[in-house]
């Protein structure tokens, strides 16, 4: 790769048409559970392009998921919540709206996964994060 970046032909082969590369960033949660999905704040600047899940053990009554993006000690949802409570196992989910206020995460601000509802200590999700590098 040349200081200029990515040529055409490798951005084509890529198969994007955003010209950067897009990342995925996948986390395991719990029944109910606060995941930093970069393990603590974001290295980079981010924009959240899509999220969903799969279910690895059916939902129980009032399982919820949202994406959030904590800045400065504020909470801000960057995604509706899911409701998972009817959904069963194996059954993938994706959220419905995004908030176009909040999908960008600036190096330094931490993007969160939330599972709340029924309580269990079993891994109850497979949330993926579907996102590409901006400059913050």
Known sequence: MSRRGLNGRSVAALGNPLGTPLLVLNETLLGVETADLFNGPCPYGIRVLRCWGVMLTAGTSSDTCVLQRVRAGTTADITDTANLSALSDTDAFEFSQYNNDNWTINKGDTLQAVTAGGG?????????????????
Do not use: A, I, P, Q
Request: net charge negative; proline share 0%; with cysteine.
């Open 120 to 136: 269990t200590s079993t891994d109850t999700v497979e949330l993926y994060v579907e996102y590409c590098r901006v400059e913050s």
